[in-house]
């Protein structure tokens, strides 16, 4: 039986309509979970609570055997920084500088190495010497993923981490996202519009009527 990472246990919100009620979820070490649901069903809503940007209205969220709102503002925020890796299907890169360097500001404040497998799985190793602005979208996001796992976390959150991608890059990125958490003994949260992505998750939900019900 694999190790629970994340422990969330009757998570609720609402903002303008409730979206969720009496959640509860559990996270397990070398799998991925993956979410679906309809747009403003309250997934990335889900996944800001999971990551700890946003304290739920009700409920507790257990990582790695700490209460994530339990901890204070800038607690949390470190405990994010180290131990949480977030990617997004916008990438945040420093634009004047080469993949690489953005790659490493994240190694040396994590304080960890780059492993090249990183690189060579994801396609990027011809590119990443040159400057961020001047490589195509999909490379800029292979490299905001490179960045992410680069600090090795525990626990990686996708929000929609191919929706900007072709179905062969999709693929690639979620074939490396699951080989590092199997080779980590991590564990990766995604939301997803894409059926294919999701299928290939050992826990596979739908947002709807306010619960996650198995897809
Ligand atoms: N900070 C906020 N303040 C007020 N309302 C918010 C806030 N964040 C989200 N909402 C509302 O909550 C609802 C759910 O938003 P959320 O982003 O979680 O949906 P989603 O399932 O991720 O949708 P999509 O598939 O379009 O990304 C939306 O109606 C949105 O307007
Ligand atoms: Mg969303």
């Known amino acids: 039986m694999s190790q629970p990472l994340l422990h969330a246990t009757h998570?609720?919100?609402a903002f303008d309509y409730p979206l969720y009620d009496g959640i509860d979820l559990t996270l397990y070490a070398g799998e991925s979970t993956a979410v679906q649901g309809r747009s403003g069903s309250g997934k990335s809503t889900?996944?800001?609570?999971?990551a700890g940007f946003l304290p739920p209205l009700a409920g507790k969220v257990d990582i790695l055997g700490r209460d994530l709102y339990a901890m204070g503002e800038t607690?949390?925020?470190m405990f994010r920084r180290r131990e949480l890796g977030i990617v997004?299907?916008?990438?945040?890169l420093f634009k004047g500088m080469t993949g690489r360097q953005n790659i490493e500001a994240a190694t040396?404040?994590?304080g960890t190495?780059?492993?090249?497998w990183l690189l060579e799985r994801l396609e990027i190793d011809g590119v990443i010497d040159q400057k961020a602005s001047e490589l195509s979208g999909g490379q800029q996001q292979r490299v905001s993923v490179a960045r992410v796992l680069a600090k090795q976390p525990r626990v990686i959150f996708a929000?929609?981490?191919t929706g900007n991608?072709?179905?062969?890059t999709a693929a690639l990125v979620m074939d490396v996202l699951q080989e590092y958490v199997r080779k980590h003994d991590g564990t990766l949260f995604v939301v997803t519009h894409d059926a294919i992505i999701a299928r290939r998750c050992e826990q596979h939900w739908v947002l709807a009527d306010r619960h996650l019900e198995p897809a």
């Open 11 to 13: 998570l609720s919100h």
């Open 46 to 50: 889900l996944l800001h609570t999971l």
């Open 75 to 77: 607690e949390r925020e």
């Open 88 to 92: 997004f299907q916008t990438h945040y």
């Open 108 to 110: 040396q404040l994590a």
């Open 113 to 116: 190495e780059l492993d090249p």
């Open 159 to 161: 929000d929609e981490p």
């Open 165 to 168: 991608l072709d179905k062969e």
